[in-house]
């Protein structure tokens, strides 16, 4: 990396680009097909996409339309994808013992979002450890329920749920339908929430957690505001969906007829798995349409930064809306839970929501030319793209090419962030010493 003259999010787009068309490449070959037929190179492109930015949309059942060979190249890629370009090529340094510099630890910094430079390598080796443990975890208590039904096989089907899970990506082998054959199973369904739930909640945060031993009150605000942020939203859109699925309150309340503990398991996971994981217990199409926006706001919203999910952030969402309090109430500065908040940060979290607005707007209007499908398909395909989620409605195995090439393109620049686009292109190329006559204009 010595030496390379390019910009922080110029080298993790250039990174992320190369492991897609190598992955893309790898998928491509016939034998990484079931059949032995090559797949269309635009459906390896896109599963190749789908599984380096951890999204799980996917133009066919994954466990029915690759060999082992490709199940394998995409746990590859689901792996690289959620530990992050920049943590593997770190760790391929340290294992070699080579020395990481100083330019690189600034993009490491960046990338994982690390408050100190000078704590980057140390949080690289926790993040690589906690990976590993976790998802070791995931895949034993996952084989103890998939050896009874898999056989041998099942230590398979657990490691590769157990990695999509905490990955975020939402890819599943089962060739049923995501994880509908479990929806009646409490401990695959909840161990696979909790691995989203960890892989989710970020890297930052776990280790801020641990190095305060979960004293939350001494933890950064950071840390505190996404985990009541968090909390909020999983126990509220758990209720939601209680309410508008699996109670006659609903229309039309197709899983009201299911036992009380599974209504109370599959609501929890419903509200979940949008932030940003794809799996699903309960065909998303058989959801009632209040219930389908529900999962798009979740999905819009995501999950934390410098984590394994996708989304504007919930950390995000908190900052603005604190501003649209503090704008309200005239204050002069942005607070939140008695703390300021930089002009800088308030200015990039609007810049990062309007940023997801405009191509999320943009690429609806374009898959509308080329599909005849509803509005309603449509959104909830592109926004489990951008925010690299992955569920879907069932849409995506009939869209056009150009509309699979708008829908890798949007899970690309969700994975990297959709506010990096615009800075990539965006950010000025020399300095600015005068300051500008300020104009007058209204807004409102």
Known sequence: MKGIKISVVGFLFFGYAVIILLGSALLSLPFASATGTPHAYVDCLFTSTSATCVTGLVPFDTGLGWSLFGEIVILVLIQLGGLGFMT????????????????????????????SIGGIIPLIRRISVATFATEGI?????????????????LYYALFTSVSAFCNAGFDVFGTGSLTAFRSDTTVLLTVACLIIVGGVGFVVLSDLFAHRFRIGRCYLHTKVVLIANGILILGGALLFFI?????????????DLPFGEKIVNSLFMSVTPRTAGFNAVEMSDVSGTGQFLTVLLMFVGGNPCSTAGGIKVTTAVVVLANLSASARASKEVRIMNKSVS?????????????????????????????????????????????????????????????????VFLMYVGRLGAFSLFELFGRQRKKEYLSRQKGQIMVG
Do not use: C, W
């Open 88 to 115: 593997v090529v770190t760790l391929f340094y340290l294992l070699f013992g080579k020395r990481v510099g100083l330019h690189d630890q600034n993009i490491l910094m960046q990338s994982q979002g690390s408050f």
């Open 138 to 154: 995931g895949t034993l208590i996952l084989y103890l329920r998939f050896r009874g039904q898999f056989g041998a096989r099942g």
């Open 244 to 256: 508008l699925e699996f109670t006659n309150v609903g229309v039309p309340g197709q899983f009201s």
């Open 343 to 407: 002009d800088t940060v308030v200015r990039q979290a609007s810049a990062i929501l309007l940023s997801y607005l405009l191509l999320t707007v943009g690429a609806v209007l374009l898959i509308g030319i080329f599909e005849p499908a509803g509005l309603n398909e449509i959104l909830f395909e592109v926004v489990s793209a951008i925010a690299t989620v992955g569920l879907t409605l069932g849409l995506t195995p009939s869209l056009s090419v150009v509309s699979k090439l708008v829908l």
